[in-house]
């Protein structure tokens, strides 16, 4: 069980800049959440999916923010354009079923100048 | 919507006292509580969780924690910490009939243990 797998584990960039976060869940899980975590908000729900289908989008903070999954073993999160505001280390996580914890991935920690 | 807090940002103790920390949460309905932890420079990994039934609830480590309906309150608990204990601790409530998954965290709580 290799956990989950979240690329790259650091990023840098300028505002106005798309930035694509990317994660591989556990093989066999088919819930797929994302996180964002923040000294002044802590951590947050931004979306979660279902057999790669999104269930719940209410935590995306805009429309600059977009989340897809198109096939069991991958996804991504994507902002363009990025700002500051946006730094943050985020977070996925895959469940085996809709009634099982979670098992994190080591985060993305996006920092934009 | 569920809110989740936890009273202490930082605790700090020496090696073999026994550690509390508080959470309480905001909801009317059923819920599912959790306890996370974060070591440093590692990924959050579940500690304990409470679904129903008995409300002292045992996980790993030597952690355990108490569901108080009448307090909304899902305290954790060691009776003698260590080292190695040191980390950020996240509780955590889930809605009753949703993804677990779908977490409501606390601020997090940095405990230092001092050897």
């Known amino acids: 069980d290799a956990g989950v797998i979240q690329s790259p584990r650091h990023e840098v960039t300028e505002m106005g800049q798309e930035v694509t976060l990317r994660c591989k869940p556990i093989?066999?899980?088919?819930?797929l959440f994302w996180y964002r975590q923040t000294m002044m908000r802590g951590l947050e729900l931004l979306i979660y999916?279902?057999?790669?289908?999104?269930?719940?989008d209410s935590g995306m903070p805009e429309d600059r923010f977009s989340a897809k999954m198109p096939n069991a073993s991958f996804s991504t999160l994507k902002i363009q354009p990025s700002e500051p505001r946006d730094s943050a280390v985020y977070f996925c996580?895959?469940?085996?079923?809709?009634?099982?914890?979670?098992?994190f991935g080591n985060g993305t920690r996006l920092t934009v100048t | 919507a569920q809110s989740v807090s936890q009273h202490n940002h930082h605790v700090i103790l020496s090696e073999a006292a026994s550690l509390e920390l508080g959470c309480n949460y905001s909801?009317?309905?059923?819920?599912?509580l959790f306890w996370y932890v974060q070591y440093p420079g590692q990924h959050l990994q579940l500690l304990l969780k409470?679904?129903?039934?008995?409300?002292l609830v045992k996980g790993i480590k030597g952690f355990e924690a108490e569901f108080i309906k009448s307090k909304f309150s899902f305290n954790l608990r060691k009776p003698s910490v260590q080292w190695s204990d040191t980390a950020e601790y996240f509780c955590?409530?889930?809605?009753?009939?949703?993804?677990?998954?779908?977490?409501?965290f606390g601020q997090g709580t940095i405990l230092t243990v001092h050897p």
């Open positions: 996580a895959s469940s085996k079923q809709g009634y099982s914890p979670l098992h």
């Open positions: 093989s066999g899980h088919d819930y």
């Open positions: 999916f279902n057999n790669n289908v999104p269930i719940d």
């Open positions: 909801y009317g309905g059923t819920v599912n």
């Open positions: 409470y679904f129903s039934g008995d409300p």
């Open positions: 955590a409530v889930n809605a009753g009939g949703t993804s677990y998954g779908k977490l409501t």
